[in-house]
């Protein structure tokens, strides 16, 4: 079996299921950071790992909230420049 043979097809997969994979993801990433051991693995089936990496390789582009804030961060290292912003 092939590499194209093993991956799923990004077409099959729909916006539940990104949504439901991309939740696992956030879930399993905040058991890691909050005290699990840092060497410790996420194992990803064949379909969460292929969502995850086009999620990764084809980010949606940035919504007006998130823009708006990098506004208000910007402004913010402006007003202070000194502090650890």
Do not use: C, H
């Not at 969460?48 to 506004?71: G, H, Q, V």
Request: net charge negative.
């Amino acid at each position: 079996m092939n590499d194209q043979e093993r991956t799923p097809s990004l077409n099959t997969v729909n916006d539940d299921e990104r949504e439901d994979s991309l939740a696992q993801a956030r879930a399993a990433a905040a058991d890691v950071g909050a005290g699990e051991e840092p060497w410790e693995r996420l194992i990803f089936s064949e379909r969460d790992y292929a969502i995850l990496l086009n999620e990764i390789e084809n980010p949606k582009p940035p919504s007006a909230a998130l823009r708006r804030s990098m506004r208000d961060y910007e402004a913010l290292r402006k007003a202070y420049p000194d502090n650890n912003l």
